[in-house]
């Protein structure tokens, strides 16, 4: 990378992106040893069964419900799009910032993305997985969902194409699959070096089999080079894209308080917004338990405090112009919406949402606060509470008092999609107690890389 | 160091990219296959009755019309199974000692229906009505094919959504005078399609391809 003088500047003033003191091989050490280190620390082995208990209760929920029904679920009309689709959404959100880091600060030259990028990435996949779940399980017949592809079918018949649930399907599998993809190729180079220092010989299959061959010769890496840009290429206008298709569920609908032409832009940025809380609600216990402080700096934690507050600034203007949009639109009912999350039954959820997410995370104006980690994890936290409430906001609220007052109906979630939220914790935690266990967290051949930049500058 | 894998690896690992693209298209048309196939539909399979009733010797040879049997069809959704009296009007004074009659016999006497096997089976989430279809001139044989030359009765047609959206979607292709369509021997004129569109037209038949149209 050519390095611009004034920009080495620039940086000298902040903390650095990995501390000094650090050679390719050590880098190589840390992160291949919590890999491939022979006994895993007993805080792992807690974490990863306590979710596993979590995961366990997922399954039961989900157990239930397939042999009984989505009546054990408190949707009814007028809402028949309870915690499912709130959970959806904002499990699909959460994964944004995963698609962000990777792909849109790659092709900006953001040096500091190194260590994060490859949890952040993880984070994505487990993400789009647990949203994934929750439309299959709102179905009436859950063992049709296929009947959502363009499949060759006796029926003649397709998805109907006009309906944004359809391209819901499109944009979130789409989303998967170059997530996955963008992933994988990242992790080969890396794959290759656990198979090289892997001791035991299941090791060195499993990992060599991952690795497809990889021998890091100047071919390989030119290879690898124009993959992960074409794959950056492709991601990027995902980042946009598949949040702004969710955001079309509502907004193509004729539901006050879901019909509106701000939503894509607004669920683009909370989705980022929760997905940078979500990296750093993984990376400061992660930097905490495996020590790893010198790759994982407070300059990290600065930038995405930084990129949280940005984030969270266009979420506030959402919310201000819903509001003013409702008023100066003289329509009675998206008035009447507007009031009724103001001060109807919800409104309790509401200001919970207005504080959590607006109120709040003014704190990271602060720069004492961007790099106080309890501090930030805090406010992480919060913000991924409140993201999860504005999703509650937007569908229950809006439905529950339909253009009828004869069907107006309460909204209350029974235990088990208690249980199914929490389920799709433990599914998620799962899957990153596993990744942490058996890959490596942090990308060893870009660190190594960057090692070799700083040196560079520092002589 | 010493290799993990043989050198053979790179073959196999080659197939399986290239063979896992190739299972996922070939997958997706094989259960449309034998979702189509006579061994799940039963079409063109002739089904074996209590008595070997035959169609083709009724109608074709003897010049029988549908309606003397299957009465309803033209103001009822069910065209009606003909009860055993139906059978005895004839069988009463021919054929009358046959042994191949005796559960038509002995279904008369005892006053139970013959059990006949289903031969044409529509799903239960579907609504299909005999009457429009016949009043807005489909023929019997355009669905049931040529009835005429069945001497046991099979169903000519697999009964799927596809097929029935075929002609819903396109119904010029079909549509015949409305004073053919009990008829047994027409064939379709070398101008259908004029003809059909001319009819479709005259006929007010739209194409009711919601979803509502059948499943209600």
């Not at chain 1, 028949?80 to 995963?98: E, L, P, R, S, Y």
Request: hydrophobic share 45%.
């Amino acid at each position: 990378m050519e390095s611009d003088p004034l920009e080495g500047a620039a940086e000298i003033s902040q903390p650095r992106v990995i501390e000094p003191g650090y050679t390719i091989s050590t880098v190589t050490d840390k992160i291949s040893s919590i890999v491939l280190g022979q006994r895993q620390r007993p805080g792992w082995f807690l974490g990863f069964g306590v979710s596993f208990l979590l995961l366990m209760m997922l399954l039961y929920a989900v157990t239930v419900l397939f042999a009984i029904g989505v009546g054990i679920w408190g949707v009814n009309i007028p809402v028949g799009w309870g915690f499912a689709i709130v959970n959806f959404v904002w499990w699909i959100g959460i994964g944004h910032a995963g698609t962000l880091i990777s792909a849109i600060l790659l092709l900006l030259h953001q040096k500091w993305r190194t260590s994060i990028n490859r949890t952040a990435e993880a984070m994505t996949i487990f993400a789009v997985l647990c949203a994934g779940m929750f439309p299959v399980l709102h179905l009436g017949r859950p063992w049709l969902a296929y009947w959502l592809f363009p499949y060759p079918n006796t029926m003649w018949y397709w998805p109907q194409f006009r309906s944004p649930l359809v391209w819901d399907v499109f944009a979130v599998s789409t989303y998967l699959t170059v997530s996955l993809l963008f992933w994988f190729v990242g992790l080969i180079p890396d794959l290759a070096t656990l198979r090289d220092r892997a001791r035991t010989r299941a090791k060195q299959i499993v990992y060599g089999f991952l690795a497809m061959g990889w021998r890091g010769s100047a071919v390989h890496w030119k290879r690898y080079e124009m993959t992960s840009l074409l794959l950056a290429g492709l991601a990027t206008p995902l980042v946009i894209s598949v949040h702004t298709v969710v955001s079309f569920d509502f907004a193509t609908a004729i539901v006050p308080g879901w019909h509106t032409t701000i939503f894509p832009p607004y669920f683009v940025a909370g989705a980022i917004y929760s997905g940078f809380a979500m990296v750093l609600c993984l990376a400061i216990p992660l930097r905490k338990f495996y020590r790893l402080e010198d790759f994982i700096t407070t300059r990290h934690l600065d930038n995405m405090g930084k990129i949280m507050l940005a984030t969270g600034l266009i979420v506030a203007y959402g919310y201000m112009m819903e509001a003013f949009m409702a008023f100066y639109s003289a329509d009675i009912y998206e008035r009447y919406v507007t009031l009724n999350r103001m001060a109807g039954p919800y409104a309790a959820v509401y200001w919970c949402l207005i504080a959590f997410n607006v109120v709040v995370p003014q704190a990271l104006w602060s720069r004492r606060v961007r790099t106080t980690v309890p501090a930030l994890f805090t406010l992480a936290l919060i913000i991924n509470c409140g993201m999860w409430l504005e999703r509650f906001v937007i569908v229950v609220i809006s439905l529950h008092r339909d253009f009828m007052p004869s069907i107006w109906r309460m909204y209350a979630p029974t235990r088990w999609d208690w249980m199914t939220l929490f389920g799709s914790i433990g599914l998620f935690l799962t899957l990153l107690y596993l990744f942490i266990r058996y890959l490596p967290m942090i990308s060893i051949f870009e660190m190594r890389s960057l090692v070799t930049e700083t040196e560079g500058e520092r002589r | 160091m010493a290799q993990v894998f043989h050198h053979s690896t790179n073959l196999i690992s080659r197939l399986t990219i290239y063979g896992f693209f190739l299972l996922l298209i070939v997958g997706g048309f094989i259960p449309y296959w034998i979702d189509g196939s006579p061994y799940v539909t039963e079409a063109n399979v002739p089904k074996v009755q209590p008595v070997p009733f035959s169609h083709k010797h009724h109608t074709a040879e003897l010049g029988i019309d549908c309606r003397y049997c299957h009465t309803s069809v033209e103001e009822s959704s069910f065209a009606g199974l003909p009860p055993t009296e139906t059978c005895m009007t004839c069988h009463s004074q021919i054929w009358k000692n046959s042994p191949i009659l005796e559960p038509v016999r002995q279904s008369f006497r005892e006053d139970r229906s013959i059990e006949w096997v289903r031969v044409n089976a529509l799903p239960e989430f579907v609504y299909f009505d005999h009457s429009i279809h016949v009043a807005k001139g489909i023929g019997c044989t355009t669905c049931h094919g040529p009835i005429g030359a069945m001497p046991l009765t099979w169903a000519e047609n697999s009964l799927k959504m596809s097929w029935c959206l075929d002609c819903h979607r396109h119904p010029e292709n079909n549509v015949r005078p409305k004073d053919e369509v009990f008829s047994i021997s027409y064939q379709p004129p070398a101008h259908q399609l004029e003809l059909g569109t001319k009819l479709v037209k005259e006929y007010k038949i739209y194409s009711l391809t919601d979803c509502w149209t059948c499943h209600r």
